[in-house]
């Protein structure tokens, strides 16, 4: 056996390096850009339609990221998708009346909630609602509203077609 | 026929009186772990045996799977055109697969196998019944402490396998391939959960527990013979191996 000093020295180093490993896990690798600290504060916005947004989703400005989605609840009687933003306390002079839009980053990327500032002197305090909203954009509904057009394209470019004859 | 069904049929009940063996021992194992605690001494001098002396086959080890990682995964992510998401894939199968399966099965080649042979031999050389005969509880002197040094091990090892391992698919992906550094850890940090890191500790102890306790339990029940002491290290390997992938599948669809 080792002289007892040597064991537990090398015994130190091996734990302390250990613990720095799941501290730099903990802290370096894992998403902790907004750690919810006492002076951000919520924001509340009601859609239509929220499409793929998840609670977790970043809230940005000019593609900058300011905060995240806290909370996505579906309201019964405004049947609306009501969802709590969390911004940084850093970003306290967002005028009150920007609007806010949902986003996707990319072509097949996670969707994400943009604001964009309007031109009020007041800013927005924590707890108020944003009134502006646009809903997310839903493939399905793009593609149904451009084949309805091209079919009543089509029919409208038929009809006088088919008055002539008459 | 009659006679491989009953070699069959054999094989099966060894397997069960075997697992229900293992799992009698770990309850004693746990009965004797109360009154061992106190005596911090041994259990450090484990720490240092299964602990300190793994760490450079570990370190190296991890760093050499990141840098696979990071080869392959750059190989196939390249065909796709979608390189920079490479610090995720590496990451997340670093935490969540790989990291603490290879830690085990590294934990149970080499810190696995001194166990279960140094228990054997003392058990071979009648230390194991001096000990008994000075009225000293080898559980409480022999087993406990070598149990909890390796349960007490395996999660830090497994937490600076998984370190060192995305340093390696870094210094691929990013001074070899030249992913742009910025982009390679903002995507790790926008995709790794807590959650991630959690199930890679969880599963790192769990296997830690397991590998430690089929260890001890091999080498107190070794055959006192040189041979038998060979065979408990052998099994210790083979066993440990085996039950760190079925527990691995279990803990895996357990969290997903």
């Not at chain 1, 970043?58 to 989605?69: H, K, L, Q």
């Not at chain 1, 009501?82 to 002079?93: A, C, H, P």
């Not at chain 2, 050499?64 to 894939?89: D, H, I, K, P």
């Not at chain 2, 085990?104 to 696995?112: I, K, T, V």
Request: a negative charge; glycine letters at 10%; charged letters at 15%.
């Amino acid at each position: 056996m080792r002289p007892s000093r040597t064991i537990d020295i090398s015994t130190g180093l091996f734990v302390l390096l250990g613990f720095a490993a799941i501290l730099f896990l903990v802290t370096q690798i894992t998403n902790r850009e907004f750690t919810l600290n006492s002076t951000s504060y919520r924001l509340r916005a009601d859609f239509e339609n929220i499409g793929g947004l998840k609670a977790g989703a970043p809230v940005s400005m000019a593609g900058v990221t300011v905060g995240r989605v806290e909370n996505i609840q579906y309201d019964q009687k405004l049947y609306k998708a009501v969802v709590t933003l969390r911004i940084d306390g850093r970003y306290d002079e967002i005028p009150n009346d920007s609007d806010a839009s949902i986003f996707t980053a990319g072509l097949l990327g996670g969707q994400y909630v943009g604001i964009s500032p309007g031109g009020a002197e007041e800013y927005f305090k924590d707890g108020q609602k944003i009134e502006f909203v646009q809903d997310a954009v839903v493939l399905e509904n793009l593609i149904s509203k451009y084949l309805f057009n091209q079919a009543s394209k089509e029919s409208s470019a038929a009809e006088p077609a088919s008055a002539a004859q008459e | 026929m009659p006679s491989l069904i009953r070699e069959f049929f054999d094989g099966a009940t060894t397997f069960l009186e075997r697992a229900g063996r293992i799992a009698r021992f770990g309850l004693q194992v746990l009965a004797a772990t109360p009154g061992t605690v106190l005596r911090v001494r041994p259990v450090i001098e484990q720490v240092y045996n299964t602990g300190a002396l793994s760490l450079v086959i570990i370190m190296t080890c991890g760093l050499f799977v990141g840098m696979v990682l990071g080869l392959q995964g750059y190989e196939m992510l390249n065909r796709v055109g979608s390189e920079e998401y490479l610090g995720t894939a590496a990451a997340l199968s670093l935490l969540k697969e790989l990291g603490p399966v290879v830690t085990a099965l590294l934990f149970a080649g080499r810190a696995g196998t001194a166990l279960a042979a140094e228990i054997g031999l003392m058990r071979a050389t009648d230390q194991i019944a001096a000990l008994e005969i000075m009225a000293v509880d080898p559980m409480k002197r022999v087993v406990v402490p070598r149990f909890l040094g390796g349960v007490i091990a395996m999660p830090l090892l497994t937490a600076t396998f998984i370190a060192i391992g995305i340093f390696g698919a870094q210094l691929i992906g990013v001074q070899f391939f030249g992913i742009d550094q910025g982009s390679f850890w903002s995507q790790i940090r926008g995709t790794v959960e807590l959650a991630d890191v959690g199930e890679g500790l969880i599963k790192g102890a769990v296997f830690g527990v397991a590998c430690s306790l089929i260890a001890v339990y091999e080498g107190y029940h070794a055959v006192p013979t040189a041979e038998g002491v060979g065979r408990a290290t052998t099994r210790t390997v083979v066993v440990s191996a085996v039950v760190t992938l079925v527990l691995d599948y279990m803990l895996t669809a357990l969290m997903l």
